[in-house]
C-alpha cells in the first residue's frame, strides 16, 4: 500500500527528464477494442502530467520515454468451460427413451487489466491503472513496479478528506497481481474479486519515474467502460 503524493512541476523542468491460467480457462479469440487508446511516442512528462497547465495535449517532443510511453489499456473478462450431464427422456416408437447428454458452458472467470506501452516495461517506472466501481467507497489503483518500491497490487483508496489527513490512509487491497508480458503488464483479478454484472468507470492510467513516483511520464483516459462478466 502506499499514498501518492503529487508534486506539482514545469513542464521545462521534466522535459530531458493476462494471461489466462489453466487449461480449462480460455479467453474470446478476438479480444475487445482497448477502453483507453493513447498516442505513440507522448511520454515526456509534458502534457499536462504535473505540469499543471490543465489542458489535455499529446506531444511527441521533445523526447519519449518509452519504457513508459502507454499505447492502450484493455479490460478482458476471462471464461473457463464448466462441464455438467443431464438426462433427456424421448418417446420413440412408444418407448421412452432416456440419454444422458454432455452440456458445455462457458462461464466468467475473473478478468485481466492489460497496459499495452512502446516497449517492456522496467524497473525505472511505477504503472498505474485507475478506476472506480460500486465495491469500493473512493477508487482503485491497478499498480506496478518491479523498482526499489516493488509494487504488486490492486488499492481501493477512499476519498481524501481535507478536514482529516488521516484519511490519506485509507487504503484497501483488492485481490490481484500483475506481471510483465512481452510489452505489456498485465493484471489477473480472480473471480469473485468483484462481483459479475459490476462496472468500472472512470478509466485512466499513467507512469512514473520510480521511486519518486514524479514526474507522470505518460498519462492517458477514456470514455468507455467495462462491465466484469462481458
Not at 117 to 143: E, I, K, M, Q, R
Request: charged share 15%; glycine share 10%.
Amino acid at each position: 500500500m502506499r499514498v501518492r503524493l503529487t508534486t506539482i512541476i514545469a513542464a521545462a523542468g521534466i522535459a530531458a527528464a493476462v494471461v489466462p491460467a489453466g487449461a480449462a480457462t480460455s479467453p474470446a479469440t478476438t479480444g475487445p477494442a482497448p477502453q483507453i487508446s493513447d498516442p505513440v511516442g507522448d511520454a515526456n512528462g509534458v502534457n499536462d502530467q504535473g505540469s499543471g497547465s490543465g489542458v489535455d495535449t499529446s506531444l511527441s517532443a521533445p523526447v519519449d520515454d518509452a519504457n513508459g510511453d502507454i499505447t492502450s489499456v484493455v479490460f478482458q473478462t476471462k471464461f473457463k468451460l464448466v462441464t455438467t450431464t443431464k438426462k433427456v427422456t424421448t418417446v420413440v416408437k412408444k418407448r421412452r427413451v432416456t440419454k444422458t447428454i454432455v452440456v458445455t458452458t462457458k462461464v466468467p472467470d475473473g478478468f485481466t487489466v492489460t497496459m499495452n506501452l512502446s516497449a517492456a516495461p522496467d524497473g525505472n517506472h511505477a504503472y498505474d491503472v485507475f478506476a472506480t466501481n460500486s465495491t469500493c467507497d473512493g477508487s482503485l489503483d491497478f499498480t506496478y513496479s518491479t523498482g526499489p518500491l516493488g509494487l504488486n497490487e490492486v488499492d481501493c483508496v477512499g476519498n481524501f478528506d481535507p478536514t482529516n489527513p488521516t484519511s490519506l490512509l485509507d487504503i484497501s487491497t483488492v485481490s490481484g497481481e500483475a506481471a510483465v508480458v512481452g510489452k505489456s503488464v498485465v493484471w489477473t483479478i480472480p473471480a469473485g474479486a468483484f462481483p459479475v454484472g459490476g462496472t468500472f468507470t472512470d478509466l485512466s492510467a499513467q507512469t512514473e519515474l520510480s521511486p519518486t513516483l514524479d514526474p507522470v511520464m505518460d498519462e492517458a483516459k477514456g470514455t468507455a467502460t467495462y462491465k466484469v462478466g462481458q
